[in-house]
């Protein structure tokens, strides 16, 4: 027996707690003339945000006893004592679905993966299989839910007419195999239904009489509304008086005129729409502190149409300081409890790359643990500075692969196999400290984790294990506990179920021993399980100012305003499609939810919605480059109540700012003499010269801009090899007694370039194909410098040292000095004429134009000058540049370099006292000096206007 809705207008002039009263009123004398004892009446809510304004409104309007005004899902959860399912009734075999979408999807892959095909289908395109099983969860989902508000004894008829209609489909041809898995899903949703739904005790209740309140007419299939319908159908028909009242919007009353009246904003793009959505909601937020609406305390409304622009108001209006109340949330897996989790499954990865690892060390709430033990953090060690010189480590090095390494003393560490791992370079490229100890704790937290990445298909309870494990190792896994996103990560992943006996978690712990998984099909599920939880913040301990909420939940409660962005023909009214393998055709034949039915439900929303007072629909002209139009609604609205809409003015508040002419940036160190460096090198003084202003921000602040992480090989590092295969090839040479033929120094530098190569790791399989073009040329490169080193050392060179570090103390006033520092490459002496001469060479690899140009003008090479003033003074130095090239290697004089020196010191020194005194450091740099400078982007000259310049 069809039960007719009994309608009940929301007046615009009456406010929330007025037609709450008015309904009581009305309830209360339908239930006396029913002959109803209100202390055995029930009345269902659609939602749980309007119990409050309901019981209020009976005590205030109706005094006496209470009757149960509740919603279906707490009604239901309330009789789930007296429930317990068929197993007997069922189909053998077949587990019952659980609507927990994880559990189900288990469950699922389970029976479907016990079947030869499936099982093989499985093996050959496991991302196929896996995105079919969320298909058959999704189908039986909506079937048991739509089955839940049939009585058990009518349900067999449903699936009767569901077969019928699925079984005029087609299962072979294309898209035959879905078709047939959707078959299976209605059957594994019949059997479901055949042992019994949880929500079946409803059918059973008896009540003196039910009362269901529902926002409009239209509902769509599945829902709780649909399920509250479906219970009171059936009560009717066993004599047990029903009254469904509707809310709709009224019109408004003769004589009467509409309190603040619905407004529409027009907006350019997002931001401006996010802007105005703000200041509109900040402008109703300081009139219902005023109590301008005759109700004191009354929150604002903020519809989430749109979770993007909602976001972006959120942030802006959390700037304000206004206290908020979110009843949307957003998805776990955005929130940073989550990216520890991830981020330390895609670090453990064997192969993870150098990014993964450092994203996970700063991803927070990690605890490196001091104390004693073998991983324990020494007291003297930060983690962030560890993470640090990890970071900075692995960028100078171009080291790509996270695990990749062997990093001395390495005890019982094993992440891959010794074939491929590289040995860290030691010396003067050796791993600092902290780094090494901070490397090897990151070994022993994963570890739990990659022993399972290296095995044959562990079960998901093996991972959740090594998970939890590395997790606590970590320290990550007290932090989470503490969080309330974290908790509820927690929750989502079973953490807590692994070794419970309660039956759920029974039939969880078994799923979870029997469900196989590798590691990429492991951080799939553990994403999709963060992917499919929402965190809802809680709510403050004050009063919320604005409550973000979905339309659904907004109707029918008490607001002061309702400030609704989005209201464009994109987000609002407009057609959604139809998800998931369940055509619109086939829901419509079997009764299921559409897009119609869903757009349905949402103009009653929206038509409740804007009766209320203070209602602002914000919409933008444009997303982009797509043009963008006012949602229909707004004016299918208009003319359906014959009240037009009006457009709002710019909520936000002009600020004036003064404007101030912005000079150039002059940095001094006059009241900071302090900061001065103590030591200067010939790079950091070359900076000086050519640039005060670059020398300030790398010298004196000390920034330093960070190496990309980038897989191959640039000049930089040939050059950094081939330093160090000169210094092993003449290291070698020195130590031979018999003097070396042309061939055998050949043959010796080509064997001291390949003991380097493997040095530094450059055979390696994820090396060689970039060091193949250098290394095609070895033998040429080795035959020119045995020949300039022969015709070298007929003149009477001798190598004497390379790599020396030099420093020299420069002493400019009684308060004021500072240290020369530098590690020149090589170091040639000889006798002659009766004198020891000193030669130092600088290696050069790069364009040999540059050098010619640079060595042309004398006065203006800083670092040939800079190395002879270090130098020792007591002999006669000389200073030239070694250019290495395959065709030849030439070496360029700095001629009177002594001379160069002295110019250079003398220069230093007034530089230094003019610094020191406070002048200025102007960003003067030009040409080439600007077009590869670090610290371009703080001095913004390319932007300098040309009065800025002159000033």
């Known amino acids: 027996m069809a039960v007719e809705p009994r309608h009940w207008r929301w007046a615009p002039q009456d406010s929330a707690e007025q037609c709450w009263q008015a309904w009581a009123?009305?309830?209360?004398?339908?239930?006396?003339?029913?002959?109803?004892?209100?202390?055995?009446?029930?009345?269902?809510?659609?939602?749980?945000?309007?119990?409050?304004?309901?019981?209020?409104?009976?005590?205030?309007?109706?005094?006496?006893?209470?009757?149960?005004?509740?919603?279906?899902?707490?009604?239901?959860?309330?009789?789930?004592?007296?429930?317990?399912?068929?197993?007997?009734?069922?189909?053998?075999?077949?587990?019952?679905?659980?609507?927990?979408?994880?559990?189900?999807?288990?469950?699922?892959?389970?029976?479907?993966?016990?079947?030869?095909?499936?099982?093989?289908?499985?093996?050959?395109?496991?991302?196929?299989?896996?995105?079919?099983?969320?298909?058959?969860?999704?189908?039986?989902?909506?079937?048991?839910?739509?089955?839940?508000?049939?009585?058990?004894?009518?349900?067999?008829?449903?699936?009767?007419?569901?077969?019928?209609?699925?079984?005029?489909?087609?299962?072979?041809?294309?898209?035959?195999?879905?078709?047939?898995?959707?078959?299976?899903?209605?059957?594994?949703?019949?059997?479901?239904?055949?042992?019994?739904?949880?929500?079946?005790?409803?059918?059973?209740?008896?009540?003196?009489?039910?009362?269901?309140?529902?926002?409009?007419?239209?509902?769509?299939?599945?829902?709780?509304?649909h399920l509250t319908l479906g219970v009171m159908a059936h009560l009717s028909e066993q004599g047990v008086p029903v009254l469904w009242r509707s809310a709709l919007g009224g019109a408004e009353q003769v004589g009467q005129s509409r309190a603040r009246p619905p407004v529409a904003c027009a907006c350019q793009n997002a931001e401006d729409e996010a802007q105005q959505a703000a200041a509109q909601v900040i402008a109703a937020v300081n009139d219902a502190r005023q109590g301008n609406s005759g109700q004191v305390g009354l929150p604002v409304a903020l519809i989430a149409l749109d979770r993007s622009l909602i976001r972006r108001v959120r942030a802006m209006l959390e700037g304000a300081g206004i206290q908020m109340a979110d009843e949307t949330g957003w998805l776990?897996?955005?929130?940073?409890?989550?990216?520890?989790?991830?981020?330390?499954?895609?670090?453990?990865?064997?192969?993870?790359?150098?990014?993964?690892?450092?994203?996970?060390?700063?991803?927070?709430?990690?605890?490196?643990?001091?104390?004693?033990?073998?991983?324990?953090?020494?007291?003297?060690?930060q983690l962030s500075r560890a993470v640090g010189e990890l970071e900075s480590w692995c960028r100078r090095h171009g080291m790509l692969g996270a695990w990749g390494l062997q990093v001395p003393p390495a005890?019982?560490?094993?992440?891959?196999?010794?074939?491929?791992?590289?040995?860290?370079?030691?010396?003067?490229?050796?791993?600092?400290?902290?780094?090494?100890?901070?490397?090897?704790?990151?070994?022993?937290?994963?570890?739990?984790?990659?022993?399972?990445?290296?095995?044959?298909?562990?079960?998901?309870?093996?991972?959740?294990?090594?998970?939890?494990?590395?997790?606590?190792?970590?320290?990550?896994?007290?932090?989470?506990?503490?969080?309330?996103?974290?908790?509820?990560?927690?929750?989502?992943?079973?953490?807590?179920?692994?070794?419970?006996?309660d039956q759920p978690a029974g039939l969880w712990a078994g799923l979870s021993t029997q469900t196989r998984l590798d590691g990429p099909s492991f951080v799939r599920w553990v994403g999709t399980v963060l992917e499919a939880t929402t965190f809802r913040p809680p709510a403050p301990d004050v009063p919320a100012d604005v409550v973000i909420t979905p339309m659904a939940r907004a109707v029918l409660r008490p607001f002061h305003a309702i400030v609704l962005p989005g209201a464009d023909e994109r987000q609002l009214g407009a057609m959604g499609s139809q998800s998931g393998w369940l055509s619109t055709?086939?829901?419509?034949?079997?009764?299921?939810?559409?897009?119609?039915?869903?757009?349905?439900?949402?103009?009653?929303?929206?038509?409740?919605?804007?009766?209320?007072?203070?209602?602002?629909?914000?919409?933008?002209?444009?997303?982009?480059?797509?043009?963008?139009?006012?949602?229909?609604?707004?004016?299918?609205?208009?003319?359906?109540?014959?009240?037009?809409?009006?457009?709002?003015?710019?909520?936000?508040?002009?600020?004036?700012?003064?404007?101030?002419?912005?000079?150039?940036?002059?940095p001094t160190l006059r009241d900071a003499g302090w900061a001065l460096p103590e030591q200067v090198t010939a790079t950091s003084y070359e900076a000086l010269r050519q640039c005060p202003y670059r020398f300030f921000a790398t010298s004196v602040l000390g920034l330093r801009e960070q190496d990309e992480l980038e897989e191959g090989l640039d000049r930089s590092d040939f050059g950094i090899w081939l330093h160090e295969v000169l210094r092993s090839f003449h290291a070698q040479r020195q130590g031979q007694l018999a003097i070396s033929t042309p061939d055998e120094d050949v043959q010796a530098w080509l064997d001291a370039a390949q003991r380097v190569i493997k040095e530094m790791g450059l055979d390696r399989d994820s090396q060689r194909p970039y060091f193949l073009p250098f290394q095609a040329d070895l033998d040429r490169l080795a035959c020119a410098y045995v020949t300039w080193l022969r015709e070298h050392e007929e003149g009477g060179w001798a190598m004497l040292d390379a790599e020396r570090i030099e420093q020299r103390e420069l002493q400019i006033q009684d308060d004021l000095k500072v240290r020369l520092y530098g590690q020149l490459d090589r170091i040639d002496v000889r006798h002659h004429e009766g004198?020891?001469?000193?030669?130092?060479?600088?290696?050069?690899?790069?364009?040999?134009?540059?050098?010619?140009?640079?060595?042309?003008?004398?006065?203006?090479?800083?670092?040939?000058?800079?190395?002879?003033?270090?130098?020792?003074?007591?002999?006669?130095?000389?200073?030239?540049?070694?250019?290495?090239?395959?065709?030849?290697?030439?070496?360029?004089?700095?001629?009177?370099?002594?001379?160069?020196?002295?110019?250079?010191?003398?220069?230093?020194?007034?530089?230094?006292?003019?610094?020191?005194?406070?002048?200025?450091?102007?960003?003067?740099?030009?040409?080439?000096?600007?077009?590869?400078?670090?610290a371009r982007g703080l001095c913004r000259k390319d932007h300098w206007t040309m009065q800025e310049e002159q000033a």
């Open 835 to 934: 004198a020891r001469q000193h030669l130092v060479l600088d290696y050069k690899t790069g364009s040999l134009d540059g050098l010619k140009r640079k060595i042309a003008t004398p006065l203006e090479d800083t670092q040939l000058a800079f190395y002879a003033a270090l130098s020792d003074p007591q002999w006669a130095v000389q200073a030239a540049y070694l250019h290495l090239d395959v065709q030849d290697v030439k070496q360029l004089d700095h001629h009177d370099v002594e001379r160069s020196a002295q110019v250079l010191l003398d220069g230093l020194a007034r530089d230094w006292t003019r610094l020191h005194a406070g002048e200025a450091m102007p960003a003067l740099g030009e040409g080439m000096a600007c077009s590869f400078c670090q």
């Open 585 to 666: 055709k086939l829901c419509e034949a079997m009764d299921l939810a559409t897009p119609v039915t869903q757009r349905a439900a949402q103009w009653d929303a929206f038509n409740l919605l804007m009766s209320r007072p203070g209602v602002v629909c914000l919409h933008r002209h444009a997303q982009g480059s797509e043009p963008l139009e006012p949602s229909a609604w707004l004016e299918r609205w208009s003319a359906q109540e014959g009240v037009r809409i009006e457009q709002a003015g710019d909520a936000r508040v002009a600020a004036g700012v003064d404007v101030h002419f912005v000079r150039t940036p002059l």
């Open 25 to 225: 009123r009305d309830t209360a004398a339908w239930l006396k003339a029913q002959g109803a004892d209100p202390r055995d009446a029930l009345i269902v809510l659609p939602v749980g945000a309007v119990l409050s304004p309901a019981r209020q409104a009976w005590m205030a309007a109706v005094g006496g006893w209470l009757p149960r005004i509740d919603t279906i899902a707490a009604v239901s959860e309330g009789l789930a004592w007296s429930w317990s399912p068929d197993n007997t009734a069922g189909e053998a075999g077949l587990p019952p679905v659980t609507l927990d979408a994880i559990v189900d999807r288990l469950q699922a892959g389970r029976s479907l993966g016990s079947e030869a095909w499936g099982k093989a289908w499985a093996q050959r395109d496991r991302r196929g299989f896996e995105f079919a099983l969320d298909q058959v969860v999704a189908a039986a989902h909506t079937w048991v839910r739509r089955m839940q508000s049939i009585a058990p004894a009518q349900r067999a008829a449903y699936l009767e007419l569901a077969r019928a209609t699925m079984g005029g489909s087609v299962t072979q041809g294309p898209g035959g195999r879905e078709k047939l898995l959707l078959a299976w899903a209605l059957e594994w949703a019949a059997s479901t239904a055949a042992g019994g739904l949880p929500v079946d005790p409803l059918f059973e209740l008896r009540p003196s009489a039910l009362v269901v309140v529902t926002a409009g007419e239209a509902v769509s299939p599945g829902t709780e509304i």
């Open 411 to 501: 005890k019982d560490q094993d992440l891959s196999d010794e074939g491929g791992a590289q040995l860290v370079p030691t010396g003067r490229q050796a791993m600092p400290p902290a780094a090494v100890l901070l490397w090897h704790w990151t070994v022993h937290v994963v570890a739990p984790l990659q022993s399972l990445w290296s095995a044959k298909r562990p079960s998901l309870k093996e991972w959740l294990l090594g998970l939890q494990e590395a997790l606590s190792r970590a320290g990550a896994l007290t932090a989470l506990q503490g969080d309330e996103a974290g908790e509820l990560a927690l929750q989502s992943l079973r953490f807590d179920t692994l070794n419970s006996a």
């Open 332 to 381: 776990l897996s955005t929130t940073r409890a989550s990216a520890v989790v991830t981020r330390m499954l895609q670090a453990s990865h064997p192969r993870a790359s150098t990014d993964d690892l450092l994203d996970w060390l700063k991803s927070g709430w990690l605890d490196w643990a001091s104390g004693e033990g073998e991983h324990a953090r020494p007291e003297r060690i």
